[in-house]
């Protein structure tokens, strides 16, 4: 193919190929206080989380965020047998724990959200439908007596299944068995059928957390992401210009091959 009609061609492809987004870093939390919990944005019942270690709360996605656990949350298994779904009594584990530690993010859940007052009913369904990280994860809450009730547990068959009150915050203590990357997959749903579902994305010990998640890249669209609408008349305007590009090198091969059949008659 000559290279004048290649090179059109080419700048037709790349005309007509859509815009693509770039993606951007997550926001890294690593101390202070934030909850997972339901609202509702636009009318749609949305799982979120609620940032409060700012000057004012901002409710953010989950799938922009990463948690950071850092080298402060490593403690070691206690040689009690209430604690030995947590492994080997001396064992190192990393944890969030339920009262607050300043050097520490503290994450918790909430279904106080002004917006769900009038469709939350009882309770809110929270489940845990998978876990993928190179360790066990555990979620429990220590009651008066010091005894451990679970909530959820990667050892144990998905989904699981807990109630929220309506109107509740709460805090528990955050598990993770081995450093590295977590994938929570979770979601808040109520007894009419309002549902939502989203990743929450945490990182135990060393490393760089705004890495340790895997994207599309940089000019990738996320498969989850909504596309922008394109600007006015954008579309038709690309496409046209790539007819007439096209066209022009359709045009020219066979004006080539023409000029070409009559320096063979001759």
Partial sequence: MPRLIRALLVTAA???????AHAEPPVVIADGHVDLGPRLVGGEWTLQLRDDTGDGPVWREPADVVLQVGEAAEVTVPDDPAYAFLGAPGGAVWVLPQVQDQRLVWPGWNTQDPSIAEVIGREVDWRLHGVDGPGRFELFLTGNFGTPETIFSSGRPYPQETGVEAGTHVHGNWVFTAPGAYSLDVEMATADGRSDRATLKVHVGPGDPAAAFPTTGAGVPSPDATPAPPAEGAPWAWIAV??????GAVAALVARSRRAARRTDD
Avoid: E, F, K, T
């Fill in 14 to 20: 790349l005309l007509l190929a859509p815009p693509v």
């Fill in 242 to 247: 790539g007819g007439v590009l096209v066209a």
